[in-house]
């Protein structure tokens, strides 16, 4: 991956229904999204020249705008042909596609109730998330001192921009301790998530992961529930307080960028990566390729 700055890189990027040059993307500060997070975006990865579960993504994403009270003006399928003319305009194969939309700037104050709405897709090149070499022997979390908000507060299940504050503070204080990421709690002290990813824990050959009820119940959550269950693993979705991570001997994160990756620690609680995860790791990775054809996994599911 490039070290230049990402407002500094070539290539050309979607914007408002427009390919325009990498350079000339730009808006003003005066930018409703800017000041007051009036912004949703997505996440998505290509392999192979396929962006993986991209009518998922376009889903979500409209329906993050729609829980912030705006309408994305394009359809699913505009949105979704954008993203495959982004990676192709730029010749990504494997890559990162970001959409994203946000308020414009008719209005400058908390209400905004007559600002255009616009729409912008960038892609990457992006290699694994986290150092692949390290993945099998696990990556080491902090406990966040941040918790994921109760839906009464905000609106959890939107992937809007507001919400990554409490991830982006999780991550700095993590990193500055040398951890790779943190594991957020939520409102009521159950374990949430990290700060891009979902996590999951095995405990005496079953699956464990908390129930999604004030987080985002990522896509590639659902694929690993998925995964594990074609795999005819037992799988359990609840309430889980930190101490049991106590007796919880497995532990990974799954999400988008991070894909499935191991996890040794989780503040003072160890984990050692074992079969299941080993499993699920290379099954999602299977699972990513393009196929012409269903893989006789799926064919039997
Ligand atoms: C906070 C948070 N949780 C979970 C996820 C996983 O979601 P997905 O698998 O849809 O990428 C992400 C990534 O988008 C995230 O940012």
């Known amino acids: 991956m490039s070290g230049l700055p990402f407002d500094q890189r070539d290539g050309v990027i979607w914007f408002d229904g427009e390919m325009v040059a990498w350079a000339d993307a730009k808006l003003h500060v005066l930018t409703h999204g800017l000041?007051?997070?009036?912004?949703?975006?997505?996440?998505?990865?290509?392999y192979g020249g396929r962006i993986f579960k991209l009518d998922e993504h376009t889903r979500r994403l409209r329906a993050s705008a729609e829980i912030l009270g705006f309408d994305i003006p394009y359809s699913v399928e505009d949105i979704n042909r954008a993203c495959e003319e982004v990676l192709a305009a730029n010749h990504l194969v494997d890559g990162y596609v970001r959409p994203i939309a946000w308020r414009g700037s008719e209005m400058m104050g908390v209400s905004a109730q007559h600002n255009s709405i616009h729409l912008a897709i960038a892609a990457w090149e992006w290699p694994s998330y986290f150092d692949p070499a390290q993945r099998l022997k696990g990556i080491r979390l902090d406990l966040a001192q941040w918790r994921r908000p109760d839906p009464a507060t905000a609106p959890a299940k939107s992937k809007a921009a507001g919400l990554y504050m409490i991830c982006t503070l999780s991550k700095h204080a993590a990193e500055r301790k040398g951890y790779a990421d943190a594991l957020m709690l939520d409102w009521r002290g159950y374990v949430a998530e990290a700060t891009g990813a979902n996590v999951f824990f095995v405990k005496d050959g079953v699956i464990h992961t908390p129930t999604p009820d004030c987080f985002l119940d990522g896509i590639t959550r659902r694929t690993v529930i998925d995964l594990a269950r074609r795999r005819g693993y037992e799988l359990i979705e609840?309430?889980?307080?930190?101490?049991?991570?106590?007796?919880?001997?497995?532990?990974?994160i799954c999400g988008t960028a991070a894909e499935v990756t191991p996890v040794s620690e989780i503040g003072p609680y160890g984990f050692v990566p074992g079969e299941i995860t080993k499993t699920l790791m290379e099954d999602y990775l299977a699972e990513v390729q393009p196929r012409a054809e269903m893989s006789p996994m799926a064919a039997s599911a």
Do not use: T
Not at 35 to 46: K, Q
Not at 238 to 252: G, Q
């Open 35 to 46: 000041h007051y997070a009036s912004a949703v975006f997505e996440g998505e990865r290509a």
């Open 238 to 252: 609840r309430h889980i307080m930190p101490e049991e991570m106590n007796d919880l001997s497995e532990c990974f």
